[in-house]
């Protein structure tokens, strides 16, 4: 089972990244996901739902959402610097940033990693892991 790590950010688009989330997991991969305060809003907008500010509701959230599938997810929060995706010593086996913002974009080239989500991406570069990024 591989290691996902999957990031919502709050571009338009968030659709894309739930159904991405949904596919993994029933395609039995384990997932850590992550999402900014703006993917918050974002969800609300486009989705008619709210993400939960508390790791656990979000596990339990998506677990009455998406029905049964064989994969695992665990969720993270945005200021989580203990997540295993911070570290070059347990990055997962491949990153996707869905959606994306410009701002989030210019983070990760940047190198700017004040947040979970660009950490772990500067990770996967630096460690030459997959790492997409759907702007």
Known sequence: MKIITLAFTGASGLPYGVRLLECLLQGGQR?????????QIVAKQELDFMLPNRPQDAEKFFAERLGKFSGELKVFGI???YAPMASGSNPGDAMVVCPCTMGMLGKIAGGISDDLIARAADVMLKEKLTLILAP
């Open 31 to 39: 997932v850590h996901l992550v999402y900014s305060q703006a993917a």
């Open 79 to 81: 200021q989580d610097w």
